[in-house]
């Protein structure tokens, strides 16, 4: 996407000021284009820090949770609305607002079955290893990204609750 990527590299040249007003003429310009909302509601929320002053930063911040309710509320994508919601439950803790984040994280669609454990299995039989790897690799990836956050989450929450520094140690 030509519009995005003009964006990015405005944002990543530092150029912050350019690309935020770039990028609110595009999101004007194309109202309906949720796709663009959530790339440009990342770059917001991803180039946030690069702002010295932090009011601009919350302003950007704040930015990207407008863009990405509007896609959680209007948007028939359920791919780009989920994604949206996952973006809100990381944002409102930001800017205090716990309840919402809860809310919207709880609206996303959770399944436990994962297909392509099978899938990879099958691939296999038929003898597509690449495939199978990629496959298998990629759930790896997932469940060890997946025991780091709630290791760290148990630490946090023994830290937090308890001070229980052994069951810290325990999770870290």
Known sequence: ???FSECEKLF???????????SKKYII???S???????????????????????????????????????????RKIELVEQSLFQLGALYPLVGE????????????????DPNVLLASIYMEKNELKKAREMMQ??????????????LGLANSYMKDEKNLCMVEKYY
């Open 1 to 3: 996407m030509a519009l």
């Open 12 to 22: 990543s040249s530092g150029e912050l000021g350019k690309a935020i007003d770039k």
């Open 29 to 31: 310009k194309y109202p």
């Open 33 to 75: 284009s949720y796709y663009l909302k959530l790339r440009i509601g990342c770059l917001f929320t991803m180039y946030s820090w690069k702002s010295i002053v932090e009011e601009k930063n919350m302003k950007m911040i704040k930015y990207s949770i407008k863009l990405y309710e509007d896609i959680a509320k209007n948007c």
């Open 98 to 113: 716990e309840d919402k984040a809860i809310e919207a994280l709880n609206k996303i669609n959770k399944s436990e079955l």
């Open 138 to 151: 990629s759930k790896l990836y997932k469940s060890i990204n997946d025991i780091t956050f709630a290791c």
